[in-house]
């Protein structure tokens, strides 16, 4: 089993910033992709930044240029640093991996989520 655990959510004033982690661990042969997503209240949840195992990124059009995601492969860890929050960004933030198992196996594993909440 492989799980993900997500730290560093919170409440900051519009302007600040959160930097959010997270760790994967267990059965782990290789981690693809490592990526973080968001659902806000009455919303579907989206993609926000995510990055593969070549360091390559990706980031929705409202996040480029205030956040940046960065991931250790060593350590299995992702990190989502938020600058310059908004109001909009507020939401619950889901660590995500695409995981290949010993044995080949691939997981899609999700974090339990942790809140970020912008006051204006």
């Known amino acids: 089993q492989v799980q993900l655990v997500e730290s560093g959510g919170g409440l900051v004033q519009a302007g600040g910033s959160l930097r959010l982690s997270c760790a994967a661990s267990?059965?782990?042969?290789?981690?693809?992709?490592m990526g973080w997503y968001r659902q806000a209240p009455g919303k579907q949840r989206e993609l926000v930044a995510s990055t593969t195992s070549g360091n390559s990124t990706n980031y929705t059009d409202s996040v480029k240029g205030r956040f940046t995601v960065s991931r250790d492969n060593a350590k299995n860890t992702v990190s989502l640093q938020m600058n310059n929050l908004k109001s909009e960004d507020t939401a619950v933030y889901y660590c995500n991996a695409a995981v290949i198992g010993f044995g080949l196996r691939a997981y899609d594993v999700w974090g339990r989520g942790t809140q970020v909440t912008v006051s204006s």
């Open positions: 267990g059965s782990i042969f290789r981690i693809n992709a």
